[in-house]
């Protein structure tokens, strides 16, 4: 069963920074996409960037909101993506879900994803 395990939220102040991990296990991730989403009670759910795993791979994708503040990395051995976040503003505030796709469409589409994490918090207060 592939589970996708979330760690790194929390709360921090306006402009600091935050690091996310997602590591997935019981999956094949080369050449398929892990990243992140988030969600706002009562809002819908956004993409926010995906990238695409595999050592010959370096594909990236952000959403406009996040892009020149978050940065999305990996690492292949270990299965796991990162997902830097910096310039925190309180919109950011969000629960931040990991997640993996055979493409980077659910990303662009705000769509649902094939694999899901529990998710985890992030609260940014002025």
């Known amino acids: 069963q592939v589970q996708l395990m979330e760690s790194g939220g929390g709360s921090v102040q306006v402009g600091g920074s935050l690091r996310l991990s997602c590591e997935a296990s019981q999956y094949s991730s080369g050449g398929n996409f892990m990243g992140w989403f988030r969600q706002v009670p009562g809002k819908d759910r956004e993409g926010v960037a995906t990238i695409r795993m595999g050592r010959y791979f370096d594909y990236k994708y952000y959403d406009h909101s996040v892009k020149g503040r978050f940065t999305i990395s990996k690492d292949d051995v270990k299965n796991t993506v990162y997902l830097q976040l910096s310039s925190l503003t309180p919109d950011d505030t969000a629960m931040y879900y990991c997640?993996?796709?055979?493409?980077?469409?659910?990303?662009?589409?705000?769509?649902?994803?094939?694999?899901w994490g529990q998710g985890t918090q992030v609260t940014v207060s002025s």
């Open positions: 997640a993996a796709d055979k493409t980077s469409g659910p990303w662009k589409t705000n769509g649902p994803a094939t694999y």
